[in-house]
């Protein structure tokens, strides 16, 4: 009989979100959140702003392109700061940094003075911001959770905020699109930077003595290569995601098209998939974030990423919209697997002073490779259609998934030493329990 005691659901509900009782990320996971829905917001606005401007997928994938590409071509040499610099102080600037673009944004939109070519422009300023602080943002979650052991949890709540904020800020952003137009979304996404500013500056961080010896950038950048590519267990996790984000993810920056020329909607039906995404994605982190342990985790990649390709290959075949958002949300749902998955696994595995190199790598692999693949999906969409092109990444995504589930008993040899070492296991667990 299932028991309906509400001390074992208030039990259930302190183990989801067991890192919460850390002030300092208590603050971060306030502020981020608030900001975060202002991030979303206005995402979906430059999206919509620019098809509306242009009428031109290829443009669609040029803007998403300019956004990201500095976050390939800079995270890992971010990381290296990340390893040497105040990660705190790291965070206030591109803050403030960020604030600055989405006002500027505004005032264009707001005056109607807005050009594509502005557009472009203040989108890979935002993404060499992003190129700084989204490494630093990842390593610094280690500092703000006291009982290392909290650390998976963490990260799963980190991933859950994220896409809650993918589920409010869409909806939000086609409501307002509609009725007042973009400039306003980018007006409050400028507002919501304040929230993680303040939580910053609340925080009582303990300055870590990191080892700032005069190795130059460009040794430290060969150090963390080799060590991030050397290893074969950090090297498939980093190329599957970088595979999965370069031929599968960049499907969302086709959405506005499949909502427009497939679906036969606007924006509202924009803000509809995208919100199902999201809440699929916090169904995904809320699960992981609710696992004892961590173990096994690397299996439940190799399984989200064959799901996910699934998932593409059927949405590309549909034109009704309650089925699409089924399948955004269940790819939704697999897709944080992979994403908050990898880097519970990567953060767990790696050494402490190579951890924001690791990081840039994750980065890259996670949000750099996105522009190739917008601008990769946006010329294949103008030559054989949205549907195709969503269609073959499916395909692509299950060979990826296949790869690596070939070489995962072959890895997992290679990470039970450091599981061991670390006391995460204990020396009579079996491999088998190890994967459970």
């Known amino acids: 009989m299932a028991s309906n005691n509400p001390f074992s659901a208030l039990k259930v509900l302190r183990s989801t979100s067991r890192a919460l009782q850390n002030r300092n990320y208590r603050l971060y996971f306030g502020g981020q959140g608030i900001s975060l829905v202002g991030t979303w917001m ?60 989405a006002s500027t944004l505004a005032i264009l939109v707001l005056t109607d003075t807005i050009a594509i070519w502005q557009i472009i422009l203040l989108s890979l300023s935002l993404g060499f911001i992003n190129a700084f602080d989204n490494p630093t943002r990842q390593s610094f979650i280690v500092e703000l959770v006291d009982n290392k052991a909290d650390l998976g949890n963490a990260i799963a709540l980190n991933s859950s905020m994220f896409h809650a904020s993918v589920l409010v800020g869409p909806s939000i952003a086609g409501i307002l699109i509609a009725v007042v137009g ?23 961080i303990d300055l870590k003595i990191r080892e700032t010896h005069s190795t130059p950038v460009w040794r430290s950048f060969k150090e963390g290569l080799a060590y991030t590519f050397g290893f074969p267990p950090i090297r498939f996790l980093i190329l599957l995601l970088a595979w999965t984000n370069l031929i599968g993810v960049s499907y969302i920056v086709l959405m506005p098209v499949f909502a427009k020329v497939v679906l036969h909607g606007g924006a509202q039906t924009y803000g509809f998939l995208m919100s199902s995404s999201g809440c699929g994605a916090m169904l995904g982190a809320i699960t992981l974030a609710s696992r004892k342990s961590f173990l096994g985790i690397e299996k439940l990649i190799a399984m989200a990423v064959g799901f996910f390709g699934a998932g593409l290959i059927i949405f590309s075949l549909s034109n009704i919209l309650w089925l699409s958002m089924l399948l955004m949300t269940m790819n939704g749902m697999v897709m944080v697997q992979l994403s908050a998955g990898t880097n519970t696994a990567l953060q767990t595995i790696v050494e402490e002073g190579k951890r924001g190199r690791v990081m840039g790598f994750f980065i890259m692999s996670n949000i750099g490779m996105q522009p190739f693949g917008n601008l990769l999906a946006g010329s294949l969409a103008h030559v054989i259609g949205t549907p195709k092109t969503i269609m073959i990444g499916g395909m692509l995504c299950i060979l990826g998934s296949i790869v690596f589930s070939v070489k995962l008993p072959s890895l997992m040899k290679m990470i039970r030493p450091i599981y061991l070492k670390k006391g995460i296991i204990l020396e009579e667990e079996t491999v088998t329990q190890l994967e459970r």
């Open 42 to 101: 206005q995402r979906i606005a430059v999206s919509w702003l620019t098809y509306r401007l242009t009428h031109s997928v290829f443009l669609l994938g040029l803007v998403g392109f300019a956004g990201q590409i500095p976050i390939f071509l800079l995270a890992p040499f971010a990381g290296v700061l990340v390893d040497k610099w105040n990660r705190h102080r790291i965070l206030i600037v591109t803050q403030i940094l960020s604030l600055i673009q």
């Open 182 to 204: 973009e400039g306003v979304c980018f007006f409050l996404n400028a507002l919501s930077f304040l929230a993680v500013i303040i939580s910053l500056l609340a925080m009582k």
